[in-house]
């Protein structure tokens, strides 16, 4: 039977792709760092990346990006005096796993010399526990006697997009702790390297050549004996401890994890681990595909869960390298964010933390983007600021050779909208405002300020309209009433009037002190008239189609194969202004359906099936944030088909990386944790039809034909609940640590679930 | 001395770019069709063409256009059985004249083959007192006896841009009358050619081959001796005789030219002539080169005038061919308009009643063009309908062999403000408000109509805009709060509001008919109110400079030069969303300054400076409507070299005719009859500081330093001036048949314009 909570693989090679791919399908991460899933003895070639959250830099003109650090995980071993590497050397067996359970990566290589068998074992984690932490076992043994030479240490050699971000690199050799330092270009912030080992055979010496700070370990090895040794790094930045001297807190935590030793430090490291899986797993019998799939795609959402207390946020790619900038984009509300609230609201609220952390970049960008902007108007691809690093011209141009102008970050103003709904989902889901005080309220204050002051009245028509954006489908630029930006425009006005009566009648004071703080009070009764008159285009009363913008239906009727068939370039852009789908209806990804789903509950299942067929051959999925939209709309009306064959997309895309990964001559490869967010959605959500709001969770199953059983955790104000849903039942635990008696609507039963019970509710299942 | 009244040339080959020019240099029009200057050998190949007004016909999905008739002026000669050309055949000698002041085209041209000397001499006009006429005179004679035919008749064979546009085209000989005759492709209209001749030797057969209708004439040719004969050929289609048998039409106007013979048909021609320019022309003393160069400008803008009661109006290339498929665009009013309006308002009426005749064409637009737009949204390439022939895909992009979405037809907005402004011109400088009860107010009306349902209301600002346009600079599509369009439309409101003002007090009975016909009697308050409310971007209070639209002071300053020398290729358009103008300040042509110079008496000389210094150097001037817009704006703040140096070069355009005519493989030659317009408003409104409104002519003379006397016709109220300006002094004669007393405003001085009298005003000139 297969083993559901790992992956692994005998590939080692597979040329420059392979290993850049499984580099990112074995990635580890801890929130404060990632490490991708490369092998002890690659170099910036095989791009090796520690890739840090939040700390970000520029060279010249290239693109902001995040800092990768020196890699303190490299150790060679060389056999006779030859180097030994996977990629140059003879190779009789390599097997490498990823085990999710306990996020750890192992290899295993048995090189092959001179009649001699090399055997390197290596395992390696990024401390759960301890967030700057990276522990390395590494073994050694040759089934004969050799002269075998390590040499450990940290690699300064840095693989960069846009570098070098490090300048001033220094090692240093301090209390047998390694350093390397270097500062970053932008905003000299410092960025450490200290490592430690624990060994118990050879010489060591030293060494600081081409980059590398290393220890050089001599000995003669018996024939087959293992010589084992331990690895300590720890990454610090300026990020960490602002001004003061990092090497010696750098130097003291490497070597408390040296004293505490190996195993002590991975069974803490484990310990979280447990409790994470303990909550987030979701368990699917009957389908190990969809299982173990589904497992991998949280297992990516929880590595690269923001630490506790950073108000740092997930990028697009997570922390697999410096594609998209490390730029946070709407992905982290809208895909990610809900798993993260669902089932471990401590993730959740870091998550908005980062965007109240990030107001002030907002306002920035409101006030300078545009003529009259005011409030928060937030980052495209945002960073540590919250300014935007999203550039005027972000695709290149294969046939000029220049950079075309997009307006991704001056037009896709829904960006401020799934912020703050994001925000007002948080509070109704946990039922704690405490967000709200500590700025989430002033964030969709300058959020509702920011649409009205983008909004124009038309007189004739009696409404405010919100024009010149772009939708999600971003091959339309520059349209005015895209049904998705307004739903969320509007929302985000309705969301600003509930949060002002529920601080009203709740915390006036603190309402009254953030009113008068950012002077809006004469704006409250624009934001209750905009919630009131701004237009949304809705279903069109014959077909129920919704118009995705003014003018879509008069767009040219082509088919997405049609479309690619005129291409005479392959990295041909297809929107910006004159790309091929601009005059057509194909569009790049789920706009209109992906309002629907956002706004499940406003729509019928008839209106939503109507616009899923309508738009879905329309749909070129060029975006990965497609596939889950389409399939938990299609769950919804009942095509548990296509729902299930497009959650496995979602769900496997990180796992097979098969996906594109340069554009151009632009590397675009890495994980793609929107898309996980997507798979747990569209299982939990989906199939699970779980649906909750302020006043309560409705569970309205509809399992694909494949699963039997389907188990998962709930978080919901503050209490949490394992759910099992068969084909016949919905079942509901309820701890006994849980503090409050809920009702819930299951199969359109009301359902008492009190603390320590546990309830089952029998369900007819949808035909198909 | 210089004949200022004719242009000649002793070149006839050139090759075929040489043929062209001179075909535009040297054409004849008459208001109802056009005869490209080529030689009477010539054919389709050397871009023969007569090109007709106001009858357009679509073949496939090419490009509507124009229709060239068959070529009533067709004669060749043969030598000794050979036939000859100026381009296959040697030439001893050759010369020809367009003589401006009787609008006829003489060419003489000397053969040389086997020792002897053709010369064969020919003169034709197309007449203006019988529009569909053409005459011409031809003339052989050998210095020695020789064996000569001419082949004489109609050519049948068509140069067409996207044609053929006859079909089933059919000859016939007819009592002596050759026949041509064709349908168009897509409305089956008939277009018919007769031509009769005037033949007194030689043997004539018929001939009907290669789609030539021929006489062929032989004889034995005495030396010395001239053979002279005379040719009158008829165009004549559906829209001169609806429904109704053209044939006999036809016949009948050539049958009754021949009767009264040359001399006579040349004669009332001659008279028409003596009568337009006895009011038309300008006379500069001091500036031989000017003179020409303004006088042929003259003579451009006169023989394209359209036919009295034809309704129709002039294209952008006149009547030199199908370019810009003969569309009439928002070059007619702004730039040629002025011209008849102050010398010739008999056909500036017309140009008039072409808009009131498309209004239609105009509601339709509105209707299929935008969401919700009402009224009249004039066509940017107006046809016989009113309906756009411009395409959304308007040019060809050289990178990909793809046509460029472009916005001029959808958001060029400016062009029904246009319109209304140049109506009411018409009647405020005219007094007569019979053209306003004809459909005028009901098209101005309209006008406004359309722009309140463009324009959108900002709350928060308390002011109506006009969003999402382009102005006079194509190469910023989609922008807000152009200058120039947002007053053009502030300014539809103004009149709106005044012509209901007026025609309530004048015509009550009109008013409240015409209100009630379009149902508009609740719209008149948002009229009024937009009038008020409605922004237009105003001086900068610090540099005076007003900014063209929002966020173009953001834009990358980069100098024309710098954004030539990026090209990487030459035919790249430099707009249309992506090209290479888009991002920086460079503009195509006069857009701020035109506004300016539209509105001159609201803006100081010293914001006109500060914006002309401001742009100018940011102008590409890649139209030809650039450059007198800069011309005029000089002149009011006193750069009158740089004026004059812009006059000239507007003024030589189509003398000169070194304009780009390709753009790729699209042919783009033709007359520029908007800078023919522009030199004379360059000339008589700038230099003659001539501005006339309701009120009064006010004239503020700015003579360029060449110019010692400077003499032109004024039209206003009905009455008529001739004005003669000397460095020192202005002299208004006021003719006896004026029939009232005017008062003007002289350099600042108040005078008196009575009936018979003449009244001269001293003046101080501008320094420079």
């Not at 389908?287 to 799939?293: G, I, K, P, S």
């Not at 923001?306 to 108000?311: Q, T």
């Not at 509930?498 to 950012?518: G, S």
């Not at 104000?717 to 006994?736: C, E, L, Y």
Request: aromatic letters at 10%; proline letters at 3%.
């Amino acid at each position: 039977m297969k083993n559901l909570w790992e992956i692994s693989t005998t590939e080692y090679a597979g040329g420059k792709e392979g290993v850049m791919r499984r580099g990112n399908v074995y990635q580890l991460a801890n929130g404060y760092m990632g490490y991708r899933g490369t092998l002890d003895e690659f170099g910036p070639a095989e791009l090796v990346g520690i890739t840090l959250a939040g700390i970000f830099d520029r060279v010249g003109l290239a693109w902001r990006e995040p800092v990768n650090a020196p890699n303190g995980g490299y150790t060679r071993v060389s056999l006779d005096g030859v180097e030994r590497s996977v990629l140059t050397s003879k190779v009789t067996r390599h097997h490498q796993t990823l085990h999710l359970a306990s996020a750890r990566f192992e290899r295993e290589t048995v090189f092959s010399a001179r009649a001699k068998k090399l055997t390197i074992k290596s395992a390696r984690f990024l401390s759960a526990d301890t967030p700057n932490l990276g522990v390395i076992q590494y073994s050694v043994s040759c089934d004969k006697a050799a002269n075998i030479t390590i040499r450990t240490g940290i690699d300064g050699n840095i693989w960069d997009l846009n570098g070098p971000h490090l300048l001033q690199l220094a090692a240093e050799k301090r209390e047998g702790v390694l350093l390397v330092q270097g500062v970053t270009n932008e905003n000299a912030k410092r960025v450490l390297v200290a490592e430690a080992i624990d060994l118990n055979f050879g010489e060591e010496t030293h060494e600081w050549q081409d980059q590398r700070n290393l220890r050089v370990i001599r000995w003669q090895a018996e024939a087959g004996q293992t010589y084992t040794f331990h690895k300590y790094f720890a990454v610090v930045t300026d990020n960490d401890l602002a001004g003061k001297p990092i090497e010696p807190a750098a130097v003291k935590m490497v070597l408390k994890a040296k004293a505490l030793g190996h195993a002590a430090c991975l069974e803490k490291h484990r310990a979280e681990w447990a409790k994470k899986w303990e909550r987030c797993d979701v368990q699917i019998e009957g389908d190990d595909e969809a299982q173990l799939a589904l497992r991998y795609s949280i297992f990516q959402l929880l590595i690269v869960a923001p630490v506790a207390g950073s108000a740092n946020s997930i990028p697009a790619r997570a922390l697999s390298g410096q594609v998209y900038k490390g730029a946070i984009f709407w992905d982290t509300e809208m895909f990610m964010f809900p798993f993260f609230l669902h089932t471990y609201p401590e993730k959740a609220v870091e998550l908005m933390r980062y965007r109240i952390k990030t107001l002030d970049g907002a306002r920035r960008k409101a006030r300078t983007e545009g003529p009259g902007y005011r409030g928060a108007f937030y980052a495209w691809e945002s960073q540590e600021t919250g300014d935007d690093a999203c550039s005027y011209f972000n695709i290149g141009d294969p046939f000029t050779g220049r950079d075309l102008r997009t307006h991704f970050r001056d037009k896709q103003v829904h960006i401020s909208g799934d912020v703050a709904i994001a925000l007002w989902e948080y509070f109704k889901l946990t039922g704690d405002d405490s967000l709200l005080l500590e700025g989430g309220a002033e964030v969709i204050l300058e959020c509702a300020r920011f649409y009205f002051s983008h909004a124009y009245f038309k007189k004739e028509k009696g409404r405010y309209e919100i024009l010149d954006v772009i939708g999600p489908d971003e091959y339309h630029e520059c349209v005015n009433n895209n049904a998705f930006t307004s739903m969320v425009a509007k929302e985000t006005f309705v969301i600003a009037n509930a949060m002002v009566e529920h601080l009203r009648k709740n915390q006036p004071k603190a309402l009254r002190a953030l009113v008068k703080k950012i002077g809006i009070s004469r704006e409250l009764a624009d934001f209750r008239e905009a919630a009131r008159l701004l237009y949304v285009p809705a279903p069109d009363s014959k077909t129920g189609v919704i118009e995705q913008f003014d003018g879509y239906f008069k767009l040219r009727d082509d088919t997405v194969e049609e479309l690619k068939s005129r291409m005479v370039h392959p990295n041909e852009y297809l929107g910006a202004g004159q790309g091929l789908a601009v005059p057509t209806k194909v569009i790049k990804q789920a706009d209109v359906v992906m309002m629907l789903n956002l706004f499940k509950t406003r729509y019928s299942a008839k209106i939503k099936q109507a616009n899923w067929e309508y738009y879905e051959p329309r749909t070129e999925h060029g975006s990965s944030l497609s596939a889950c939209a389409y399939a938990m709309v299609a769950a919804e009306f009942g095509d548990l088909d296509f729902a299930y064959k497009y959650f496995l997309k979602t769900a496997k895309i990180d796992l097979e990386a098969k996906y594109k990964v340069y554009v151009g001559t632009v590397f675009m490869g890495g994980s793609h944790p929107a898309a996980n967010g997507g798979a747990w959605m569209t299982a939990v959500l989906g199939f699970g039809g779980v649906q909750a709001d302020e006043n309560r969770v409705v569970i309205n199953p509809r399992l694909c034909a494949q699963w039997q059983t389907f188990r998962f955790y709930l978080a919901y104000k503050g209490d949490g609940f394992r759910i099992k849903i068969t084909k016949t039942a919905v079942t509901i635990s309820s701890p006994s640590t849980n503090v409050r008696r809920h009702t819930m609507l299951v199969a359109g039963n009301k359902t008492e679930c009190a603390p320590g019970a546990s309830v089952t509710v029998k369900y007819r299942p949808t035909k198909q």
